[in-house]
């Protein structure tokens, strides 16, 4: 495996640990399937072998995706995108690459997905969609799962949650109402989940369900 490719869970899910300014990589695997996570960085920096099948942003923020015409003029791959951030995908301003100088317009996404989607990968996995808004209109969060196995593989939380933190919301697109609505829906999730959950952001370092329940003040306003 080149390096700079982390396995986080088994041989299923990689981290990109080199991503710099950009956000989180990750890839999902079963077997030859190949799902890439918030794509900001090209094909070159893929392991050897690893071709992925299909694209999914958490959300259209441009230092989620700033490789991701690259790989869809490489070759035909679809992206998968939640519904209500088609419109952020496709503006240079809410997307935010302006900020980085870098105004950008990708080609839509060619499946948009809604809350409790369970999006299938290969034969044996699956990402459920847990709609998280306030980020962006269409943030999601992602729980992957194996066929028949009671236990969850892990959480992706993009940029709505982090460890200790959350995602901010005065950029376009942000809701701070909505930004407490879902994390309200996230705390009932995560009780719900296993404590040694792996919990993976769209920045920083891995975390877990329950240490966040436990420590993130942000799920644990005075009000809650
Ligand atoms: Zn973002």
Request: hydrophobic share 40%; proline share 8%; aromatic share 6%.
């Amino acid at each position: 495996m080149r390096s700079g490719w982390i396995p986080l869970v088994d041989n299923i899910l990689f981290k990109y640990a080199d991503a710099g300014r950009h956000a989180s990589v990750y890839f999902v695997r079963d077997k030859d399937f190949v799902c890439l996570i918030d794509p900001s960085v090209d094909e070159r920096h893929l392991p050897e072998g690893v071709v992925p099948d299909m694209l999914l942003l958490t959300h259209a923020h441009s230092d989620h995706f700033w490789a991701i015409d690259e790989y869809r003029d490489a070759m035909a791959i679809p992206l998968y995108l939640h519904e209500a951030d088609a419109a952020t995908l496709a503006d240079p301003l809410l997307n935010g690459s302006v900020l980085f100088g870098r105004p950008l317009v990708p080609a839509p996404a060619s499946h948009l997905f809604g809350d409790g989607d369970s999006i299938a990968l290969g034969d044996t996995l699956t990402l459920k969609v847990i709609h998280t808004p306030g980020h962006t209109p269409g943030s999601s969060c992602l729980l992957l799962q194996q066929t028949d196995a009671q236990k969850p593989l892990a959480l992706i939380t993009g940029d709505t949650l982090f460890p200790g933190s959350i995602g901010r919301t005065d950029l376009a697109g942000g809701d701070q109402a909505q930004m407490a609505e879902s994390l309200r829906a996230l705390k009932t999730l995560l009780k719900s989940l296993p404590a040694d959950l792996v919990l993976l952001a769209g920045h920083g370092p891995a975390s877990m369900c329950g240490r966040e329940l436990q420590y993130n003040p942000f799920l644990n306003a005075p009000h809650d």
